[in-house]
């Protein structure tokens, strides 16, 4: 199976800065990369798709860069509604495999 | 516009089983495949399975293989997971969710539907 590892697993920031959370597989999976949003309560939300592909109706602040096996998910201006758990997964191969997900809070 | 909606959660004995359910519409059923992922409390998302917009094929993780069944009615609109054996460890929110094939993202989640294993 293609292990996702991502970091950090949890970081305080403040509305306004920049944040990036990085993505790393086992193996190389070509841009097969996606990155997903969780609110408390909430169903997940696609950000972005084949590592840097922005899914419509998010909001440019969001962007994804890399391929092989290392990936990078970068938001410009952290806003409110920001903060969230995200969540990298790979979708080479079956068993697809999520990251261990990384928590953005308020400082 | 898209909405899947999860039915059948509920409490369970360890060993027992239990039918989840899926309706999907806003969009043409047969022609996407569909997954279940989950969560379990305090932990991150895990998927479960997946299956082909005909049927003709199935993926499971190997934490559910042999244990769960996924399936699909076209004529209904309907996703179902047939949950046997279960286990404290299958303690999650289970979602269904939307995605033309295997290697495509997951573009559209339902909400969810809680399973407890518990005695």
């Known amino acids: 199976d293609i292990q996702m590892t991502q970091s950090p697993s949890s970081l305080s920031t403040s509305v306004g800065d920049r944040v990036t959370i990085t993505c790393r597989a086992s193996?190389?999976?070509?841009?097969?990369l996606n990155w997903y949003q969780q609110r408390p309560g909430k169903a997940p939300k696609l950000l972005i798709y084949?590592?840097?592909s922005l899914q419509s109706g998010v909001p440019s602040r969001f962007s994804g860069s890399g391929s092989g096996t290392d990936f990078t998910l970068t938001i410009s201006s952290l806003q409110p509604e920001d903060f969230a758990t995200y969540y990298c997964?790979?979708?080479?191969?079956?068993?697809?495999?999520f990251g261990g997900g990384t928590k953005v809070e308020i400082k | 516009q898209v909405q899947l909606v999860e039915s059948g959660g509920g409490v369970v004995q360890p060993g027992g089983s239990l039918r989840l359910s899926c309706a999907a519409s806003?969009?043409?059923?047969?022609?996407?495949?569909m997954h279940w992922v989950r969560r379990a409390p305090g932990k991150g998302l895990e998927w479960v399975a997946f299956?082909?917009?005909?049927?003709?094929?199935?993926y499971y993780a190997d934490s559910v293989k042999g244990r769960f069944t996924i399936s699909r009615d076209n004529s209904n609109n309907t996703l179902d997971l047939q949950m046997n054996s279960l286990r404290p460890e299958d303690t999650a929110v289970y979602y269904c969710?939307?995605?033309?094939?295997?290697?495509?993202?997951?573009?559209?989640w339902g909400q969810g539907t809680l399973v407890t294993v518990s005695s």
């Open positions: 997964q790979q979708s080479y191969r079956t068993p697809l495999t």
């Open positions: 193996q190389s999976i070509s841009n097969y």
């Open positions: 084949a590592a840097s």
């Open positions: 969710a939307k995605g033309p094939q295997s290697w495509d993202p997951i573009d559209y």
């Open positions: 806003g969009f043409t059923f047969s022609t996407y495949g």
């Open positions: 299956i082909r917009f005909d049927g003709s094929n199935k």
